[in-house]
């Protein structure tokens, strides 16, 4: 979540800027040793682990920002986010991997830097390990259930993310289905937005739009960092040294990392990266093996899939890719590629199980007809009987749904985004899309995301990702 704005400032530095810009940023970089004195580390593997965790922070929001955006209470000293981050050896792949907040870990014994007293080894839920032994026992406990050696680590909180979010101009965000949360305030419709850094927030932050709760908000945060990256390494600031400066200072005033990543790590690392984007980035969350374990006197938890995470630490460790190859077969004669089309949006239900009747909404003649072609070419049930509308002035397209096709109704909406979805009780099992002036002719593709099998990693590539 935040520490995709750390994330973002190696993406920066693929601009190939020396250090005549760089100069001076170690100083605006807080330090922390999170590996000090530790021994018996798991062996290294090949590429670069980071981990990355936003912290609450919100102590230093203004209050102001703290009403508008729901921040109210006390911090919580804890790791509100975990994420390890590869970097592949030949710097062509970053792997994003989402340590859920409520997983079930085991803090290692160790003596207590206060009282110096021996703390034996007992279980706890993985952000907690933070508030109770800081960033170090963050990593030895990460390390402990991952067996994996993390080179670096970065800390970012709320106020660093709401920044690097704001200086690159916001970043788009898109949905099938609206997104309501009372307890961020987060109130998006269906449809492609563009979110500042207090509205990007909420985005992350929330966790009650919807049954999935944590594991849930860990998918839009994935899909955030992906759309962050497209906006990073588009953005004019990779081409202006000086309001590249400028920005990485405004950033890295709140960030802490370990002493061992400094300038010269950025721009080496930078450099290498510079042809980076959401395609050569691959997103997934830890194998979840048990929803709701109960453990006592620390409450519900996750409890990781043993084979599944094994084998997903192991083939970071091997430095090897988690999602299959995309297929090369070629045919002899190449079609032209279709410029700038996006991929197919992940829906709930199948378009083929969604009936919809097509209305024109506007004044010109054969709209519906090219609507209800285009909707049946992409697989939906259209039923090929387009009618005319009561009104013919409608400037957006209508979904009108039953309530209880809620599901098919934001399926349907990610295929036309943008359109408006409007609720009719009674409407029955077909729904009813009234065309507006905003369709141009085009209907997004549209597919239903495949179980997962337990046990199993979900991996997908950063372009799958952005709107």
């Known amino acids: 979540m935040r520490a995709v704005s750390t994330l973002s400032v190696v993406v920066l530095a693929s601009a190939g800027i020396g250090h005549s810009v760089m100069a001076g940023l170690d100083a605006d970089i807080a330090r922390v040793d999170p590996f000090k004195d530790m021994k018996n580390r798991p062996a290294a593997g090949h590429g670069m682990n980071v981990l990355l965790v936003g912290t609450d922070g919100r102590d230093k929001i203004t209050e102001r920002e703290r009403r508008k955006y729901r921040l109210g209470g006390a911090p919580c000293h804890c790791t509100d986010t975990i994420m390890i981050v590869h970097i592949s050896a030949d710097r062509e792949r970053a792997t994003v991997v989402s340590l859920p907040r409520d997983s079930y870990a085991e803090v290692p014994a160790r003596v207590d830097e206060t009282t110096h007293r021996p703390l034996p080894a007992h279980p706890i839920k993985l952000n907690a390990a933070y508030a109770e032994g800081g960033p170090q026992l963050t990593v030895r406990t990460v390390e402990d259930m991952t067996h994996l050696k993390i080179d670096h680590y970065l800390e970012v ?227 090929h009987r387009p009618v005319g509308a009561a009104r013919r002035d409608l400037r957006r397209t209508v979904i009108s749904f039953d309530p209880r096709w809620d599901r098919s109704a934001r399926s349907l909406a990610a295929a036309l985004p943008g359109s408006v979805l409007r609720a009719v009780p009674g409407l029955g099992p077909v729904l009813r899309v009234t065309v507006g002036a905003d369709f141009k002719g085009a209907v997004r593709k549209v597919r239903v995301e495949a179980p997962t099998p337990e046990g199993e990693a979900s991996v997908i590539r950063g372009d799958e990702k952005v709107c």
């Open 157 to 383: 909180d709320f106020i660093t993310f709401m920044r690097t979010v704001d200086v690159l101009g916001g970043v788009r965000v898109c949905t099938a289905q609206p997104l309501e949360d009372s307890y961020t305030g987060l109130n998006l419709s269906p449809g492609t937005h563009i979110l500042n850094g207090g509205q990007a927030l909420q985005y992350v932050r929330a966790r009650h739009v919807d049954a999935a709760s944590d594991l849930g908000r860990m998918k839009r945060q994935q899909r955030f960092l992906a759309s962050m990256i497209e906006r990073a390494t588009s953005s004019g600031v990779l081409l202006n040294p000086i309001r590249f400066r400028d920005v990485t200072r405004a950033v890295l005033g709140s960030v802490r990392a370990d002493t061992g990543f400094g300038t010269d790590e950025l721009l080496d690392l930078g450099r290498a990266m510079r042809n980076f984007s959401p395609s050569s980035s691959e997103f997934t969350t830890v194998p979840i093996g048990q929803m709701g374990y109960a453990v006592k006197g620390i409450g519900s938890t996750l409890k990781w899939d043993r084979a599944g995470s094994d084998q997903l630490f192991r083939s970071l460790r091997d430095d090897k890719p988690l999602a299959p190859p995309t297929p090369t077969h070629a045919p002899t004669v190449a079609p032209a590629p279709k410029p700038q089309e996006p991929p197919p949006a992940t829906v709930e239900v199948a378009p083929a199980g969604i009936r919809v009747q097509v209305e024109n909404g506007t004044a010109t003649a054969g709209l519906a007809r090219r609507m209800d072609a285009a909707l049946a070419a992409t697989g939906f049930a259209a039923n």
